[in-house]
């Protein structure tokens, strides 16, 4: 999650004309806007069972274990271009070698590579890189979903002590890694996804949401058929507004585009989330945190992919040196993993495509 001073600041230089669309956009959808909404259950019946199985082999001893490594002092806080950060994609590479799944593309190797220039406005900056990963539909493998984290984080400080970010975004990039490794499983049962999987960890979040737009610009697979973007961006923590009720998770963006996914989403929570609440607070266009432009999947969003953005809000530790991971809710935290992967599951294996029926 980019600092809001510094999403401004590049939103006014990159978005100028796009800024304008979307405030006339809001307006016109001003009426529109839902809070919850409940909806009735049209979740294929068939996904079942399987995904039920393989979710659960997502569990927080194994988030705890990566997530420990990845946001470990070792990766020096995962700065983009950096030395820690070039560990982190080793990290990340090594996991998807392990585990056979392939790179989208052979010769790239599981990188896509962002050159220092495309870093427009940030001071010395340096090559970096995306990591992908990908699993192939069985069925309608043209039809790619895209599930994203970023990988970078803030560095350190000048007196040397690292910036952990264990929720920023280290909670989100080791949740991607127990997805991949839960959708590979059913890949050897025979059960793999219908619709193809890409596992795309961004880099340059941090610095401008700068990796997913050097992936939007130049995407692996054409945005026209990338059928929606999951954005898993801080879900290891709980929000103190929330220290009451903490059994939750927000969603914002499910219904900007499309309201299918929407109600997928919501079906999908209903029958296998166990309790968990999603709250839509700053999915409210009124909210002055404006979340939705502030993380990665909003540049899915701005090329009319729908998008999903997982959040658990900010708290005292964010982009502080105490955002480490001895203080994340593993429990949780598994249980929002499952959530996305349920959510992921579901509009990868259903008949009919998801579409932007809101655009
Ligand atoms: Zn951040």
Known sequence: ?????????????????????????????????????????????????ASVKYANSITAKDLKKHLYIYAGDEMEGRMTGSKGQKMAVEYLRDFYKDHDIPSPIESLNYLQPVPASYFKRVKDPKDS????????????????IVLSAHLD????????????????????????????????????????????????????????????????????????????????????????????TPNYIYLIGSDKLSQELHDVSEAVAAKYSSGLELDYTYND?????????????????????????????????????TDTPDKIEYELMEKRTRLIFHTAWEIANRDGRITADKL
């Open 285 to 321: 266009e009124n909210d002055p945190n404006r979340f939705y432009y502030r993380s990665d999947h909003y540049n899915f969003a701005k090329n009319n992919v729908p998008i999903i953005f997982y959040f658990n809000g900010v708290h005292a530790d964010y982009h502080k040196i």
């Open 129 to 144: 890189e995306n990591v992908v990963a990908f699993i192939k539909g069985s069925e309608f493998p043209d039809e790619v």
């Open 153 to 244: 984080h803030v560095g350190m400080d000048k007196d040397g002590n690292v910036f952990n970010g264990a929720d920023d975004d280290g909670s989100g990039t080791v949740a991607l890694l127990e997805m991949a490794e839960a959708f590979k499983k059913a890949v050897k049962d025979g059960k793999g996804p219908k619709r193809s999987i890409l596992f795309l960890h961004v880099t340059a979040e941090e610095l401008g949401l700068y990796g997913s737009a050097y992936y939007t610009d130049n995407p692996i697979f054409p945005l026209a058929n990338t059928v929606v973007n999951l954005n898993t961006d801080m879900i290891g923590r709980i929000d103190p507004d929330k220290e009451e």
């Open 1 to 49: 999650m980019i600092f809001k001073t510094l999403y401004i600041y590049n939103l006014k230089f990159k978005n100028m004309k796009y800024l304008a669309f979307i405030t006339i956009a809001i307006l016109m959808n001003a009426c529109n806007a839902s809070k919850t909404k409940t909806v009735g259950n049209n979740v294929d019946a068939n996904s079942k069972d």
